[in-house]
């Protein structure tokens, strides 16, 4: 089993510019969540789909976006990156919406 | 002030002491507690969960709970270099329509065993 995969693992982007950050869990499970982590920050809240259909934001969804394709992948947006969105995003996921989470290996994305 | 404070370290001890990882919360409301240990350049995986006050022990790791210290501490014994990494806090609430939203996490402490 992979459990959670994120897909780029790095990416330097220009001021401006989008992207998207795909994340595909195989474990049925049923919540998906993104982070991201900053030094001296801890991990923070991006968006989160409790369930198949349903998306909410979390603590610092400005300049995000997100879709939940399916019941295993779940995408975060960024429309139009700025500098202080640099930080390591982390998919992850949970069997019910207040089980234990299961991460991926995150995405370390630069913006210049 | 920070609902959950954690030393950011960096710790360093020799192969085979006990080290002791510590985080203090200031909401009374937590009730889930958890130890997530990640290593460099990889995702937090799972450690240790526990609910409301008392220990629980995984072979070498211990999780304590002092909720009228709103403190919970992670023991290890006989420390390994392979235990080398960063270890975060969590904790959510439990009230039972609040979910992993109101998780929050420590900043977390890096650990180092020196062999």
């Known amino acids: 089993n992979a459990g959670v995969t994120q897909t780029p693992k790095f990416q330097v982007l220009k001021t401006g510019q989008s992207m998207t950050l795909q994340c595909a869990q195989d474990m049925n499970h049923n919540s998906m969540y993104w982070y991201r982590q900053d030094p001296g920050m801890g991990l923070r809240l991006i968006y989160y789909s409790a369930s198949e259909g349903t998306t909410d934001k979390g603590e610092v969804p400005n300049g995000y976006n997100v879709s939940r394709l399916n019941k295993r992948e779940f995408s975060l947006r960024l429309e139009s990156a700025a500098p202080s969105q640099t930080s390591v995003y982390f998919c992850?996921?949970?069997?019910?919406?207040?089980?234990?989470?299961?991460f991926g290996n995150g995405t370390r994305l630069t913006v210049t | 002030q920070k609902e959950v404070e954690q030393d950011p370290g960096p710790l360093s001890v020799p192969e085979g002491a006990i080290v002791s990882l510590n985080c203090t919360y200031s909401n009374s409301a937590f009730q889930y507690f958890m130890w997530y240990r990640q290593y460099s350049r990889k995702g937090p995986e799972l450690l240790m969960y526990?609910?409301?006050?008392g220990n629980k022990e995984d072979g070498r790791f211990t999780a304590q709970v002092d909720k009228s210290s709103k403190y919970i501490s992670l023991f290890i014994r006989d420390s390994q270099p392979s235990d080398s990494a960063t270890y975060l806090c969590a904790m959510s609430v439990g009230v039972s329509n609040f979910g992993n939203e109101k998780l929050t996490f420590g900043t977390g402490t890096r650990l180092t065993i020196i062999p």
């Open positions: 526990t609910y409301s006050s």
């Open positions: 992850a996921s949970s069997e019910a919406f207040r089980s234990p989470l299961h």
